[in-house]
T-cell receptor, first 111, second 113 residues
């Protein structure tokens, strides 16, 4: 089993739709979780950190489910500009640094 | 405030040559991380430097090495280049190592012919 897994997609959704992605992780001791957005041939940009209580930033909501070991990202009212690859990042923090990224979920928002 | 910068943006080398990639972190950040992203693949962790020391490295051969300078900038060296080293090399920085959020530079595209 991979340490961090994401459905590669693509998720093709119409404008205005709500879409959700999950990211599962294998190390139950993981402490830090993040969602990044990566546009084609560009660097990943931090979208949001994921806290135990969940967090929301406008149309984006991130949640952590420790019992089932996954994080989620919900995008409401999808815009064409949301089309990108969404990467999750997990820090297992096994005594030393090791950031692990998922391979990303590709989202296409269609007009 | 300036973000993470990397140079060069593109680099073309031939097999067997050496490549040197450079990264300047966000001002005030002491940790620098290097990642490799081959086409169609995820980010693979290469190296972590903090306060001038190598703190951790990923599953890459020793021909991938680097260093961090007193001003916290960093250099990644790849010796004896192979075709499969062709990738986007991303540098990230954070305030301190460990759990802190990482911010990425624009990357260096390395093509090995």
């Amino acid at each position: 089993r991979k340490e961090v897994e994401q459905d590669p997609g693509p998720f093709n959704v119409p404008e205005g739709a709500t879409v959700a992605f999950n990211c599962t992780y294998s190390n139950s001791a993981s402490q830090s979780f993040f969602w990044y957005r990566q546009d084609c041939r560009k660097e990943p940009k931090l979208l949001m950190s994921v806290y135990s209580s969940g967090n929301e930033d406008g149309r984006f909501t991130a949640q952590l489910n420790r019992a089932s070991q996954y994080i989620s990202l919900l995008i409401r009212d999808s815009k064409l500009s949301d089309s990108a690859t969404y990467l999750c990042a997990v820090n297992p923090y096994s005594g030393t640094y090791k950031y692990i990224f998922g391979t990303g979920t590709r989202l296409k928002v269609l007009a | 405030e300036a973000g993470v910068t990397q140079s060069p943006t593109h680099l073309i080398k031939t097999r067997g040559q050496q490549a040197t990639l450079r990264c300047s972190p966000i001002s005030g950040h002491t940790s620098v991380y290097w990642y490799q992203q081959a086409l169609g693949l995820g980010l693979q962790f290469l190296l972590w430097y903090d306060e001038g020391e190598e703190r951790n490295r990923g599953n890459f051969p020793p021909r991938f090495s680097g260093r961090q300078f007193p001003n916290y900038s960093s250099e990644l060296n790849v010796n004896a280049l192979e075709l499969e080293d062709s990738a986007l090399y991303l540098c990230a920085s954070s305030l301190v190592g460990g759990k802190e959020t990482q911010y990425f530079g624009p990357g260096t595209r390395l093509l090995v012919l």
